[in-house]
């Protein structure tokens, strides 16, 4: 694939700190068998960094209960996150702490404005903290270098945004596909994958369908699609459902819940939509910067 197609891929799909917050939402996301990533992955602590990152990797935190050390998949210490307007300082997270399980699915409720998206933006690696520890697999990824942020967050966190962020000019077919090809993986493999994700997603009339002839939910569930498509062991949602009509964003809803119940993954999915919230295993309250039980 050549340079000019993976920089539309990059600019449409992993918003940078460059571009002004308003512009994205963190701040801105059948028939066939599903082969399952197998739990041995989340317990080799080296398996998404070359052997050049370890010396950027924090070997001496001492981790939770070693009864649970193996589920542990996201675990955040003392996070804080300042930015600084002239000679204000505004504090956004406020030594933030957090645990998440493999197969553990969290909402994180609050009102608008309270950082659910900047702890989000944070955890998902495209910002950085202040200060504090994030630990994906027992590694502090926190001190990453951006080459290998950007290759864990591609790789291995699956990202929903309340829009699709889907790329115009492809299919649905070709969206799923190019975020499994930018990561190293065959194009006839990618697109075997693409599909088989669509289909089981009830998408399989509509997999060479550009965004721009999909429905909101269909759209989402492309966005699902794309999100799962690396086998990642955590995935982040901002509103995953906040642009569709109450019967689609349930149906969605619980699309989402499915999928990523049936492949153990950690997610912490930001919804105002409390009776979606319930559906989770827990619910977390981000007030005035700080995580609370709800």
Known sequence: MGESLMAIFEKYSFPTADVPREEYHIPAPGSQKYHEPEIDELEDADFFFDEEDDDLLDDDFEDADASTESQLVLFVRGLNKIYKQGSNTLSILNNVDLRLYSGEICALVG???????????????????????????????????????????????????????????????????????????????????????????????????????????EQQRVAIARALANDPFLLFADEPTGNLDPETSEEVFELLLEHVRKRGIGALIATHNIDLANQMDRILEVKSGRILPF
């Open 111 to 217: 009102p608008s404005g309270s950082g659910k998206s900047t702890l989000l933006h944070i955890l998902g690696l495209l910002d950085a903290p202040t200060s504090g520890q994030i630990l994906m697999d027992e590694r502090d990824v926190s001190k990453l270098n951006d080459r290998a942020r950007t290759k864990l967050r591609s790789s291995h966190i699956g990202f929903v945004y309340q829009f699709h962020h889907l790329l115009p000019e492809f299919s649905a077919l070709e969206n799923v596909a190019l975020a499994q090809i930018i990561t190293g993986k065959a194009p006839d493999e990618a697109n075997r994958k693409a599909e088989e994700l669509l289909v089981q997603l009830g998408l399989a009339d509509r997999l060479k369908h550009r965004p721009a002839t999909l429905s909101g939910g």
